[in-house]
C-alpha cells in the first residue's frame, strides 16, 4: 500500500526557504502514470493547492504562488520536494504531500489518494 | 480559473438524519469526451488529512460506507450522508480537477446534534 511521509523543519523565518521533501514508500514510484502534488492548510482553514509534478518532471504551479515555488523529483531516493521562497506569517499551514490517482488520461491530474500526514510549518522569527 | 463554493458551512444534525451539502463551480467541470465530471469530494477528521470518499462526483471510493452518495454534473454537486453517524463528524471538502489550478471548496462541517 502506498504511504507518503513529509518531512523537514517545522519552523522557518520570515524571507527564508521552506523546503520540505515527501518520501514515498510501498509501491512503485517509478511508475510513468504517477503525478504527485503538494497542498497546504493555514490552521483552520481550508486546503489550497500549491503544484504539481509528473514522472517525466514537468510541473504544474498554482498561479498564486508560481513566483516562489519550485517542486521537484528524485527518482533514485525515491521522493519529491517543495521550496517555497520569500515566506511570510502568511504560509504557516501543515503541508500534506499526495498521489494524484490514475485517471483516463496519463496527462489528467486527478483527485489525490493517498495522502501523507501532514507537516506543520511556522514562520516566524 | 474555477472558483468551488461549498454550502453550508456547517450542519448540525441528530444520529440517523440525512446531510445534505453542496458544492458549485463557477465553470462546468464535465468533460465532454469521456462524459466524466471531474468532480471529487474528501472527508476530513480533526488531525488527520483528508480522504477521498467521492469521485467522478458519484463514484464512491472502496471501503466508504454505501449511506454516501455523490451527484450532480456541470456545476452543481451534491454529497449527501443518508444516515449520519458519529464517525461521520468531519469537515467535507469538494474539488475540481477540470484544470489547474486545482481547487478546492471552503468546506461544510458536518457536527451531531
Known amino acids: 500500500q502506498l504511504q507518503l511521509q513529509e518531512s523537514g523543519p517545522g519552523l522557518v523565518k520570515p524571507s527564508g526557504t521552506l523546503s520540505l521533501s515527501c518520501t514515498v514508500s510501498g509501491g512503485s514510484f517509478s511508475n510513468s502514470k504517477n503525478h504527485w502534488g503538494w497542498i497546504r492548510q493555514p490552521p483552520g482553514k481550508g486546503l489550497e493547492w500549491i503544484g504539481s509534478i509528473f514522472y517525466s518532471g514537468s510541473t504544474f504551479y498554482n498561479p498564486s504562488l508560481r513566483s516562489r515555488v519550485t517542486i521537484s523529483v528524485d527518482s533514485s531516493k525515491n521522493h519529491f520536494s517543495l521550496n517555497l521562497s520569500s515566506v511570510t506569517a502568511a504560509d504557516t499551514a501543515v503541508y500534506y504531500c499526495?498521489?494524484?490517482?490514475?485517471?483516463?488520461?496519463?496527462?489528467?491530474?486527478?483527485?489525490?489518494?493517498?495522502w501523507g500526514q501532514g507537516t506543520l510549518v511556522t514562520v516566524s522569527s | 480559473d474555477i472558483v468551488m463554493t461549498q454550502s453550508p458551512d456547517s450542519l448540525a444534525l441528530s444520529l440517523g438524519e440525512r446531510a445534505t451539502m453542496n458544492c458549485k463551480s463557477s465553470?462546468?467541470?464535465?468533460?465532454?469526451?469521456?462524459?466524466?465530471?471531474?468532480l471529487a469530494w474528501y472527508q476530513q477528521k480533526p488531525g488527520q488529512p483528508p480522504k477521498v470518499v467521492i469521485y467522478w462526483a458519484s463514484t464512491r471510493e472502496s471501503g466508504v460506507p454505501d449511506r454516501f452518495s455523490g451527484s450532480g454534473s456541470g456545476t452543481d454537486f451534491t454529497l449527501t450522508i443518508s444516515s449520519l453517524q458519529a464517525e461521520d463528524v468531519a469537515v467535507y471538502y469538494c474539488?475540481?480537477?477540470?484544470?489547474?489550478?486545482?481547487?478546492f471548496g471552503g468546506g461544510t462541517k458536518v457536527e451531531i446534534k
Open positions: 499526495a498521489r494524484h490517482e490514475f485517471g483516463d488520461y496519463v496527462s489528467d491530474l486527478n483527485w489525490f489518494d493517498p
Open positions: 474539488q475540481q480537477y477540470y484544470s489547474t489550478p486545482l481547487s
Open positions: 465553470q462546468s467541470v464535465l468533460y465532454d469526451v469521456n462524459n466524466k465530471n471531474y
